[in-house]
């Protein structure tokens, strides 16, 4: 990523570089930054630590910030309170906070002149909806506020990579570098994006703009080609555990598919439901060539289950730190901590690198382009 770039980046809440890895060699990092010693480590491990500064968000200052005007700044800041999956204390709780510690810091920047010029922060899409759409609404009407014409996509791992992950980006531009940006919504908008917009501020629909571009699947991968073929099974949990936890329906289509003698892989997640009042833990298979949002490894809940069914037989074992990995478009040459748990909650904390190079080559890139070109 040295020498020849054609843009710079700060990473905040860098994790393992997941980002840098999708911006490619198109883009110079010229800082990076995380709290985490092991993340820390695992950035080091793939790109060095020269222009990695660790520590928490809200102590840093702008002497750790680099000099010169960087073109990108972007943020996959933390999610566990906007997660639908979680308690949703929204932006003030204590993780996903984190938000504001980052932006102060482009405030800071943009006081001394030196704001970049596109921001992007990913999060989940559940920021959308936190605290009544109050929370997405907040920090458009922050960038706003700093002279952003601001925009949002909500993304799929899954058109690229074998893994449902729907991610929101939202992405901000000064005026003079907004080139691909639109006052027309698209038509395929979806309805929890056009419901946030509705619901913003006077001032800051003033400064919100649409993106027309959109991928096209063009995953040719399936759960089944990422799998490791050395990875143990345990079959005395398969048929005691796994899918007496299944509900009547999905071990009926269980059987069906064992039924047909041919090779099926489907992927599974523990999930608390509610079932005559009471509560039951139930697993609940995919069976359509994808895996589940990979997720960090903290409950016993959070690690997905593999299946697979093959002439008759079927069995079954935990997805692996590696098979993870490559539910996100990571390399095989990307060194992974050498524990699972760590190597999954650095996995599970990221962002899937081949949604960032579309994002990178179809939004960011076109945009510094033509103000180039325009200057």
Not at 36 to 48: E, L
């Amino acid at each position: 990523m040295a020498g020849g770039a054609d843009f710079t980046f700060l990473e905040f809440f860098a994790g393992g570089g997941m980002a840098a890895l999708g911006l490619g060699a198109r883009w110079r990092p010229v800082f990076a930054n995380d709290f985490d010693p092991m993340k820390r480590a695992a950035y080091g491990a793939n790109f060095g630590l020269e222009h990695h500064v660790a520590g928490d968000i809200h102590a840093l200052t702008l002497a750790d910030l680099p000099a010169e005007q960087a073109d990108l700044a972007w943020a996959s800041s933390p999610c566990q309170d906007l997660s639908l999956a979680g308690a949703r204390g929204g932006l003030g709780a204590r993780r996903s906070g984190a938000f504001f510690g980052f932006w102060r810091l482009v405030e800071a920047l943009d006081d001394e002149g030196r704001a970049p010029r596109l921001v992007v922060v990913e999060n989940v899409a559940g920021l959308l909806t936190s605290n009544g759409g109050a929370d997405f609404a907040r920090v458009v009407e922050m960038m706003a506020a700093r002279r952003y014409l601001v925009s949002a996509l909500l993304l799929n791992a899954a058109d690229f990579v074998p893994q449902s992950r729907p991610r929101l980006f939202i992405v901000a531009a000064r005026a003079a570098d907004a080139a691909i940006f639109s006052r027309v919504e698209p038509p395929s908008v979806p309805a929890a994006l056009a419901g946030a917009v509705e619901n913003l501020s006077h001032q800051a629909r003033r400064s919100w703009r649409w993106i027309a571009a959109a991928p096209v699947c063009r995953r040719n991968l399936s759960l089944a080609d990422i799998l490791d073929g050395t990875a143990a099974f345990d079959p005395a949990r398969t048929t005691r555990e796994r899918l007496s936890q299944m509900t009547p329906r999905q071990r009926a289509a269980i059987r069906e598919l064992q039924s047909s003698g041919a090779r099926h892989v489907g992927a599974a997640f523990r999930r608390v439901r509610i079932e005559d009042g009471e509560k039951r833990l139930r697993i609940e298979a995919r069976f359509d060539g994808l895996a589940g949002c990979v997720r960090t490894a903290a409950g016993g809940s959070s690690r997905q289950i593999i299946f697979e069914i093959d002439r008759g037989k079927i069995r079954s074992r935990l997805m692996t730190a590696r098979e993870a990995a490559r539910a996100m478009g990571l390399p095989e040459a990307y060194i992974l901590p050498a524990g699972a748990t760590a190597a999954l909650k650095l996995v599970g904390d990221g962002v899937a690198p081949p949604v960032v190079s579309w994002l990178a080559g179809n939004v960011l890139e076109p945009m510094l382009v033509r103000a180039q070109k325009a200057a």
